[in-house]
């Protein structure tokens, strides 16, 4: 009780005003057929920590960092596991090639509503079609698809400035649910239905593009030009509802394939590949919860207030008890790009966050924060499930595996 008894973070009733912030006031005015009905108009409460008056390191300049792309919007869609893997292949490109690319996100999100829908046929429409989706999907569709660059393939039509699938996810699902009801099974007719609907949305991706001066298919592109290797990518996971030191899958609905490639270690060892990997170079994308009361887009910083649970008690049963209560849920996917040593004395890191949502563009709107999370060592203990990295950043961990 004495711990406990010791607390001094504070809670505090929050008002997110109407019509305001990132998403309503930018991406929804650029969508044309979007009225205004869809901008909400009634105020939101929530229960956040107060981190007035806390020393935070929620300034990017504070960072030791490597190089990323600069942030860049998913809009209105529900996409950051592509833009966040994405993202950390560019750097892992820059990383092993020196070459700085834009890539082209849109390209992976069109194979993998086909490739869901394929699944959807093939399953009897017992697998989920949603948005989302997780950071090793990009391994699969770059194996089978290829990469493009951006300026072949935007996805963006009509002059729109940034995405929008709200209208594109209704048709596609509402056009898969009428294949159910008619028990019309036929994967070719179904996936070429499914082209077409994207292709209205987002126009058509590609086959062949010209890049200085030399043309490229998807797949030419990625192995002669970029030189990258998607298989040489690994996931880990630290759940101790799975077996430790084993390949598992990771039981959540935007896992939609049932992937069962995830390397599930101790907590400890999580935590130790995570701070080893960055201090040696290597990026990764990362995800988990983002929807904390200690989650702030105020600040920007993502802390674990000990009115939630003190430092000192976070351990591997702390984070299983959430995500086994569903208090801890696979909301978001992130680029873990830098971190801060021991910026408060306690001998923990902070780590830099590349983000593609709108949370973190509600501040600092002309400032180099724009677009960026700044996450406590707890946090990532705490609420970040797994995370993508190169087997090269993280080979002592994989030796330890049978």
Not at 135 to 141: I, S
Not at 212 to 223: A, F, V
Request: contains cysteine.
């Amino acid at each position: 009780m004495s711990a406990l008894a010791q607390n001094s973070d504070k809670g505090k009733m929050v008002e997110i005003p109407e019509g305001k912030g990132f998403y309503n006031e930018t991406i929804l005015k650029d969508v044309s057929h979007v009225d205004d009905s869809l901008i909400k108009k009634m105020p939101e409460y929530r229960f956040l920590m107060d981190q007035s008056g806390l020393k935070l390191p929620n300034k990017v300049e504070l960072y030791k960092r490597q190089w990323a792309n600069p942030v860049i919007s998913q809009g209105n869609t529900g996409t950051c596991w592509d833009f966040s893997t994405l993202s950390f292949y560019e750097t892992e490109i820059y990383r092993l090639q020196g070459k700085k690319v834009k890539l082209s996100e849109i390209y992976n999100t069109y194979w993998e509503y086909v490739e869901k829908a394929r699944r959807f046929v093939q399953e009897r429409g017992n697998s989920l079609f949603e948005e989302g989706s997780e950071g090793n999907a990009l391994a699969r569709l770059t194996s089978i698809y290829g990469i493009i660059p951006e300026s072949a393939y935007t996805g963006l039509i009509c002059g729109r400035k940034y995405h929008t699938h709200e209208a594109l996810y209704k048709e596609m699902n509402s056009y898969l649910q009428s294949v159910k009801s008619n028990n019309a099974w036929n994967e070719t007719a179904v996936t070429s239905t499914i082209r077409d609907i994207l292709k209205h949305y987002l126009g058509e991706p590609p086959t062949k593009f010209t890049v200085d001066g030399k043309e490229y298919t998807p797949q030419t592109y990625m192995r002669d030009y970029l030189k990258f290797n998607p298989k040489e990518y690994v996931e880990i996971l630290s759940l101790k509802q799975k077996s430790y030191w084993q390949q598992v899958e990771y039981e959540v609905p935007d896992n939609w394939w049932h992937s069962a490639d995830y390397y599930n270690v101790p907590l400890d060892e999580f935590m130790k590949a995570v701070k080893q990997a960055i201090r040696n170079g290597y990026t990764m994308s990362i995800g988990g919860d983002v929807s904390e009361a200690g989650f702030s887009k105020e600040t920007q910083c993502a802390i674990v207030p000990d009115f939630d649970i003190p430092s000192a008690f976070i351990n591997e049963d702390a984070r299983q008890l959430r995500f086994s209560n569903k208090s801890t849920t696979d909301d978001h996917g992130m680029h873990l790009v830098g971190y801060i040593a021991n910026y408060n004395g306690d001998g923990k890191d902070w780590f830099l966050i590349k983000d593609s949502s709108s949370g973190s563009r509600n501040n600092n709107k002309t400032a180099s924060e724009f677009g960026y999370y700044f996450f406590s060592e707890d946090y990532i203990k705490l609420k970040m499930m797994g995370f993508t990295i190169h087997k090269d950043g993280v080979k002592e961990l994989l030796a330890k595996f049978r």
